[in-house]
């Protein structure tokens, strides 16, 4: 059972079985009240009626034996003041309900009659004391009785005010439920008579029966056919859903991730996780040929000096007198750098946030070009911008080491601002960056023919990791041509902090924080260093 209830398609089932359900139940009671209410009020308006018209004739003084009783076969009972009965129905053979249990009148009903106006005022006072000490015994059905017969009437006029029961009567053999309604008329010669007269209530209970059966046998066939007809359609529905989870599972288990989720043909939400998983895929698939080709092109830069440092050491192992120690050196600081762009590579992929501190990208670029001979810095006093002060000084170290090598005589920085933008320009006055190759050399492991043989330690790592930065800064890093005719990078950052806040710690309270943004899919082919 919990097996099943795991599975969407049967949970939706249920669900919708069960809201149907409970509407169905709503619906059918409030049916059949309404139902038993309306039939219940028929009859009580057809026994109301027949008790008026009897009433009417006993207003215009008919005898009692000249009464239309017998219309219709329904128990009539006509009762004077003193609760005995005067005329009834000739073929009721049993009553209950009414408060009259007689279905034969009283003998002295004539008398009664003839005498109503002399003795009446005495009986009254006793029948009003006797009705007094019943009041408490008697039921709500009896509390309607007795207001409908205390109305004030004058002579000839008929109550307004009704007494409804249910009882049972026997008419003719025939044993039913009624419902009794008692209506008083006040005559001239024999005082206030109440008229009882039943309609039959076996249409009306038939009726609520029958449609309570229907209820019981139609609501599990429509509660059977909703529940097939939502099985099937969310099994229809779920089905993609079910191909998409088989192909991936498939994927996971043969680590291909070449492979495709299928999409189904319908523009709903299912179509969408379909796309949406395959451009998921799509992403892992480039996230991990790029970590391949990030191993295997590091391990084959790392190979190199770590291969002359060997062979230098071992060389200096068996003749002492023969040690390179410059080259040593250099083949040391050259396999430090390169572990650093490593590591560093690694963090931004991470998806490491920068600091959130306040640099002055103005006097960055003085401190890093202070020293380089051929380098010119000019611009703006102070251009603040927040993020991380030493990947920004990597990155215009980068910038100035590939000028330097490319340039023929100088390299020109300038810093300045364009609107709500930082703008940091990098020119030389080499041969530029050919326009076919203006976004590769930003791939890592990337370099030009030129650099091949003039590039001495780079390992085409460099702007790579610039415009990695960069981007994790919120800017841009682009290349063009200089005013020189070189090459002209240009470092793009939203601005921020005025610069008198500079040097402020990272993770100071307050500082803000560059979400991470990702890196750019990279497909050019690899190749040894630099520009």
Same mark, same amino acid.
């Given at each position: 059972m919990s097996r099943l209830l795991g599975s969407v398609r049967a949970r939706a089932t249920l669900g919708a079985t069960l809201v149907v359900a409970v509407a169905l139940c709503a619906a059918g009671a409030a049916v059949l009240l309404s139902l038993r209410a309306n039939l219940l009020g028929e009859a009580g308006v057809r026994a109301e009626r027949t008790a008026r018209e009897v009433a009417a004739e006993l207003a215009v003084g008919t005898a009692y034996d000249r009464l239309?009783?017998?219309?219709?076969?329904?128990?009539?009972? +006509? +009762?004077? *003041?003193?609760?005995?009965?005067?005329?009834?129905?000739?073929?009721?053979?049993? @009553?209950?309900?009414?408060?009259?249990a007689e279905v034969r009148p009283h003998r002295s009903a004539g008398a009664g009659a003839r005498d109503g106006a002399s003795g009446g005022r005495d009986d009254r006072d006793e029948r009003d004391e006797r009705d007094d000490r019943d009041d408490d015994d008697d039921d709500d059905d009896d509390d309607d009785d007795r207001a409908a017969a205390r109305q004030p009437l004058a002579p000839g006029e008929i109550g307004t005010r009704t007494g409804v029961r249910d009882g049972r009567a026997t008419v003719d053999g025939d044993t039913e439920d009624y419902r009794f309604v008692a209506v008083p008329v006040e005559t001239g010669d024999r005082g206030r008579l109440t008229v009882h007269a039943g309609a039959p209530l076996a249409a009306a209970r038939g009726a609520v029966r029958t449609a309570l059966t229907v209820m019981l046998i139609g609501?599990?066939?429509? &509660?059977? $056919?909703?529940?097939?007809?939502?099985?099937?359609?969310?099994?229809?529905?779920?089905?993609?859903?079910?191909?998409?989870?088989?192909?991936?599972?498939?994927?996971?288990?043969?680590?291909? /991730?070449?492979?495709?989720?299928?999409?189904?043909?319908? =523009?709903?939400?299912?179509?969408r996780l379909a796309l949406t998983t395959n451009e998921t895929l799509a992403a892992l698939e480039t996230s991990v040929e790029r970590q391949r080709r990030f191993v295997a092109d590091a391990s084959h830069e790392l190979r190199s000096p770590i291969a002359s440092?060997?062979?230098?050491? *071992? $060389?200096?192992?068996?003749?002492?007198?023969?040690?390179?120690?410059?080259?040593?050196?250099?083949?040391? +600081? =050259?396999?430090?750098?390169?572990?650093?762009d490593l590591l560093l590579l690694a963090r931004l992929d991470a998806g490491e946030r920068p600091a959130g501190v306040a640099v002055d990208l103005a006097a960055l670029a003085r401190e890093e070009a202070r020293g380089r001979t051929g380098v010119t $810095?000019?611009?703006?006093?102070?251009?603040?911008?927040?993020?991380?002060?030493?990947? /920004?000084?990597?990155?215009?170290?980068?910038?100035?080491?590939?000028?330097?090598?490319?340039?023929?005589t100088a390299?020109?920085?300038?810093?300045?601002? *364009?609107? #709500?933008?930082? @703008?940091?320009?990098?020119?030389?006055?080499?041969?530029?960056?050919?326009?076919?190759? =203006?976004?590769?050399?930003?791939?890592?492991? +990337?370099?030009?023919?030129?650099?091949?043989?003039?590039? *001495?330690? #780079?390992?085409? &790592? #460099? /702007?790579?990791?610039a415009r990695d930065v960069a981007l994790r800064h919120g800017g841009t890093l682009t290349v063009g041509d200089g005013p020189a005719g070189g090459a002209l990078f240009e470092l793009r950052l939203p601005l921020g902090q005025p610069a008198g806040v500079r040097g402020v710690r990272a993770g100071r309270a307050g500082a803000p924080r560059w979400a991470s943004a990702p890196c750019p899919a990279r497909s050019a082919p690899r190749g040894p260093a630099g520009r």
């Open positions: 239309s009783l017998d219309a219709d076969d329904r128990p009539v009972q +006509v +009762v004077d *003041e003193d609760g005995r009965l005067v005329a009834a129905s000739e073929d009721l053979e049993a @009553v209950e309900g009414t408060g009259v609501f599990p066939l429509l &509660l059977a $056919v909703v529940a097939a007809v939502t099985w099937l359609v969310t099994r229809r529905a779920l089905r993609p859903v079910e191909g998409i989870r088989r192909e991936m599972a498939a994927i996971t288990a043969s680590a291909d /991730l070449t492979r495709r989720v299928p999409v189904p043909v319908t =523009r709903d939400e299912v179509a440092l060997r062979t230098q050491l *071992e $060389v200096a192992a068996a003749h002492p007198a023969l040690l390179d120690l410059d080259a040593a050196v250099e083949d040391t +600081v =050259r396999l430090q750098r390169l572990a650093a $810095v000019r611009g703006e006093e102070a251009v603040p911008v927040s993020g991380s002060r030493g990947q /920004l000084g990597r990155v215009l170290a980068n910038l100035l080491d590939n000028a330097a090598r490319h340039a023929r390299v020109e920085v300038s810093v300045r601002r *364009e609107g #709500g933008t930082a @703008v940091v320009a990098v020119a030389d006055d080499g041969a530029g960056v050919p326009e076919a190759d =203006r976004e590769r050399i930003f791939a890592r492991f +990337v370099r030009l023919d030129e650099a091949r043989g003039r590039d *001495e330690g #780079g390992a085409g &790592l #460099g /702007l790579a990791i």
